[in-house]
Every structure is written in C-alpha cells, then in structure tokens.
C-alpha cells in the first residue's frame, strides 16, 4: 500500500491537477507562515523589550534587544501579521477546495476507466470477478477516495514542499536550532513507516472481510427464493450477522492503530520541539540570542513537524481508498486479449473477400490452454457456408471455450482460427439488460430496424411480445424460455443486419419445450440456407440429427501433451 501511487497520476489525469495546483498552494501556504511568524515575532518583541528594559537596565540584556523595532512600528507590523494570517488561511481553504474537487473528478476518472476497461475485456477474463467485488470496489471502494484526498493529500503535498522550506528557514535563522531539528526530524517518518506496516495489516484484513460480506449478502439476496422454499434462511440470517460482526471487530482494530499512531507521532513531534525550545530558551536567559530571533524559530519550529506528523494521522483515514484503488488499478491493467496473445502462439484471423474461407469457418490445429494447463484440443474442422454444424461432448471438453476461442475471448495456445466476415451470436445466458424488448433484440446498433427484430422474435414464436414492451432488471419480465428465445431473437437480427458469415449458438434450447426447440432449429436451418456459417453447440438431440455434421470433442486427458492426437470426430447425418 502505497502513500502515492504513481498509478493515481497515469489513469486519472484530475490528480495531477490537484497535485500541481495544491503544490503550489502549498508553497503559498508556507511562505504566509514565515511571513506571520516573522511579524508576530517582531511584534511581540518591540512590546517586551521596553518592559524588560525597564526593569533590568539595557546593561544587563545583552543580545536579546537585538534587531528590535520600536514600538512606533507596531501598526505595521500588526498588519502584516494579520495579512499573512489572512494569505495562510485562504490558501489553506483552497486547497481543500482543489484537494475535495478533485476527488469527485478522480473518482470518476477511474471509475469510468475501469468500467471502459471491463467493457474492453472479454467475458472470460471477468467470469472469476465476483459481481459483489466489483460494485465493492466501483462504490464504496472508490467513494473512500475522499478521505484520501480530503485528509491526506494536502498534508502529503506540505509534508513535501512546506517541509523543506520551514528546515531551511530554521538553518538560515539559527545554525545550532536547524541541526537539533535534522537530528531529530527522522525520527518521524520512521515510526511512520513502522505503523504504516502495521496498518497496512489491518487495514487489508478489513477490506477483504468488506468485500466477504458484501458478497455473502449479494447470495443471500440471489438466492432467497430458495432459503425460503427449504426454510433456511435463518441459518443465513446468522451467517450475514457473524460476518458483520466480524467486519466491526477488523474496524475497531485500524481504529486502535490509528489512535495508537496519533499518539505517538503527536509525542515524537512534541519531544522534538521541546528539545529545541530547550536550547533556545537557554541561550535567551543566558543573553545569547535575540529575543525576536528566539520567538521567530519558536514560532516557525512546530510548522516545521505539523505536516509530517499530520500525514501520518491523515494516512489512516484514507487507507481504506487506497486498498479500494489498488483493485481499481488491478482491474483498469488487467489482461486484456492482446496481453494473453503474447503468451500463446495461436492466430485468430478475420478471412478477407477473396480467401478460401471468405464466407466460412475454419478450426486447424487449435489447443486450447486455461494458465499453462491445455484443456482442450487439438480441434481441426471446418463450416462451410450453407451448413449446420453441431458441436457435441460430455460437460468440461471445452465447446464453449472454442466457441470463446472464435470470438476472440480466448487466443488459442496452438493452431489457427480463420473466420469469415463479421459473427453473431447467443451464449447459454440471455444476457438481457432494463429497457424495451427491441433495445434488447437490437442491442448495440446503430440504426434499430423495427420491422426486421419483429420478424426474428416471430420465427422464435414471440408474437405475442410487443416491441416496446419493458423489462426489468437483467430481463426480468419474461420466463426462462422467452428470454432464451429473445437472446436468440437478437443473434438472428444481428446476422442479418451486419450480413453475418457465422452464426454461433451454445445451447440454444437448453431452456425449451420440443416445440419452441424445433422453432429454433428452422431458424438454424433458415440461417445456413442464407450462405452462413453455423455453428451449434447442444446436448440435445434433436438439435444433433437436425445437424449436416456433429463434431463430438472428447474431454481432454490431463496428463495429455500438447500436439496430441486430435480430440474429435465427426459423424456425417
């Protein structure tokens, strides 16, 4: 866990903003500061000097009437205390006011960038990101960014650029004070970082149990029609109930670390200035040092440990945004297709209008690998334009991940994919999303065709569906067939509206009767006679004699090596 990713400044471009704007703030900032100590000091000094006078002789001060101004000066000075005062406070209000803009224009940066990033993304590298995680880390997740910008950055950016500043000033005004402050000035930063390991601990405990629970309370959600039918949703009742509990114990922990951490940086940073006030203090009782001087370093001394021991504090706060943010970056750099080309040799290739395979589809040689592991292969077989293929095999030989392959979800690890012309498809889930039954046929084009999506969910039996017709969330409104078959709807109007060369279906009928089950194959069988490419993927039997070929894959042998004899066969119908 990182004080300040450089991640942050790259994929949200508001943070550089709100570091050079505060940066320069900042700088503002700490000139006021010296400007108001240097005033005030002054200002105090032409009060007392006269008194001390008055009472111990000129004799007797020695060095500590020093550089005074004489009380005429006081107006002056008064106002120029009071003006810096003024600049301080205005810079510090601005800012927060940058720090807490930018927190709403960086969490939309990312959040839009991660979601481009996951829309960019095939199904397969998302299938094992739990939809609990990612509305975690998109929500919640992102939303504890402001605390970090709120609270930490502002300290972070002074604790870089005041710092240093404040040192000097305290070098150039004293020698003796400026050494004492470098001497103990490092011990700061590393109970710093000591604590920080600590948080980090627990802080990522507390993270990972937020995200355990919100995922426990997304099944629950999903899944409680069925507690309810076998009368268990009491035992999840309790299970939601121990993992709150536990969720509270993990934050009560960061919060003992955080007041725990407070304390001992406020100790470390008081001990270091009542070290240096010690020396100055002397040196005035002794008539060594000016009395102006002496106020001035006093002045400026507990400036110079404010910002480092208030990142630390501010550190805390923000610890939570900065786990979320990590996730976010991990899922905004994750693999993408080209990143997984470049471990496998595989080709996926669109055919061109003259090529063999212009208007078909072509399987040579192709091994399928899930990590370093082959699961399925190699596959060699072709569809012509005008067929229906069926692709058969037991559950796990990796149908869908050739159909995955052809789309480009996958890169094979071996062989080459040749396809010709644009693809549509219908996965085994409907995948329909809140909106109208034609937005969800017509989903992704640009210029809908009412007349067109009308007669793909009339060849599917849906005439009885109007076009506007509105449905719910993920479809909901319609039953498990009617959503199957409007997914379908939506392969056939795509296949026609962009002149489609393949069609790919998995499990078209997995959810139907016989009769909407021959509907389907009429409309594969309607599809192939149209000069597609078609390619079925289905257990059931109907589906297989309806085909002009089955390819059965058989389920890859574990301990197979790469190269191995091909793993199907075909059965001409």
Not at 166 to 177: G, I, R, W
Not at 201 to 221: E, H, M, P, T, Y
Not at 242 to 253: A, W
Not at 491 to 497: F, G, T
């Amino acid at each position: 866990m990182k004080p300040l990713d450089p991640r942050l400044l790259r994929f949200a471009g508001a943070a550089r903003t709100v570091f050079a704007l505060g940066a320069l703030l900042g700088v503002v900032r700490t000139v006021a500061i010296i400007a108001w100590s240097w005033f005030l000091a002054q200002a105090i000094a032409s009060v007392a000097i006269p008194v001390f006078e008055g009472l111990w002789g000129a004799a007797g001060a020695g060095r500590v009437a020093e550089g005074v101004y004489a009380q005429s000066s006081l107006p002056w000075l008064a106002a120029g205390a009071l003006a810096a005062a003024i600049v301080r406070a205005l810079s510090t209000w601005g800012m927060d006011v940058v720090a807490a803009r930018g927190a709403v224009k960086v969490k939309t940066q990312l959040r839009a960038a991660a979601l481009d990033a996951l829309d960019r993304r095939s199904p397969e590298a998302t299938a094992s990101v739990a939809d609990a995680k990612l509305a975690t880390v998109l929500g919640r997740g992102l939303d504890a960014l402001d605390g970090y910008f709120s609270g930490y950055v502002p300290q972070f950016i002074l604790a870089v650029v005041a710092t240093p500043i404040l040192v000097a000033t305290v070098l150039f005004s004293d020698l003796l004070s400026g050494i004492t402050v470098l001497i103990v000035f490092p011990v700061i930063p590393l109970f710093m970082v000591l604590i920080g390991l600590a948080t980090q601990s627990v802080q990522g405990k507390q993270w990972d149990q937020l995200q355990r629970l919100s995922a426990s309370f997304l099944d629950v959600v999903e899944g409680l029609p069925t507690l309810k039918i076998f009368r268990r949703e009491k035992r999840q009742a309790a299970r939601i109930s121990s993992e709150t509990e536990e969720y509270r114990s993990r934050t009560m922990k960061v919060l003992r670390v955080t007041f725990l951490s407070g304390f001992v940086l406020d100790l470390a940073g008081t001990f270091s200035i009542a070290l240096v006030a010690v020396t100055v203090g002397t040196r005035l009782v002794a008539g060594e040092f000016p009395l102006a001087l002496g106020l001035f370093v006093l002045l400026v001394l507990p400036e110079v440990f404010v910002p480092i021991r208030q990142v630390g504090a501010a550190f805390h706060d923000s610890t939570e945004g900065l786990a979320a943010s990590a996730d976010v970056f991990a899922l905004i750099e994750g693999d993408d297709t080209a990143a997984r080309a470049s471990r496998h040799d595989g080709v996926v290739s669109a055919a061109g209008a003259g090529s063999e395979t212009s208007h078909g589809l072509s399987i040579v040689g192709v091994e399928l690998a899930r990590g370093d592991t082959i699961v399925a292969g190699p596959l060699s077989f072709d569809v012509a334009p005008g067929e229906l293929v069926a692709l058969a095999g037991p559950s796990g030989a990796g149908k869908t991940s050739l159909l995955a392959a052809i789309l480009g979800f996958i890169v094979p690890a071996t062989g080459e994919i040749r396809v010709g012309g644009p693809i549509s498809w219908a996965g085994q889930q409907p995948g329909l999303v809140q909106g109208s039954l034609l937005d969800n046929v017509t989903l992704g084009a640009t210029d809908p065709d009412r007349s067109l999506a009308r007669s793909a969910l009339d060849q599917l039996g849906l005439a009885d569906l109007p076009l506007d017709r509105e449905l719910g969330a993920l479809g909901s409104g319609l039953s498990g067939g009617q959503a199957q078959r409007v997914s379908l709807a939506r392969a056939l109007y795509r296949a026609a509206d962009v002149n489609a060369g393949v069609l790919l279906l998995d499990e078209p009928s997995s959810a139907l009767d016989a009769e909407s089950e021959e509907r389907v194959i009429t409309a594969a069988r309607a599809e192939a006679a149209a000069g597609r490419a078609v390619l079925v993927v289905s257990h059931r039997q109907a589906l297989l004699d309806a085909a002009d070929r089955v390819v059965t894959v058989e389920r890859r042998d574990a301990s197979a090596q790469p190269g191995q004899v091909p793993a199907e066969s075909e059965a001409q119908l």
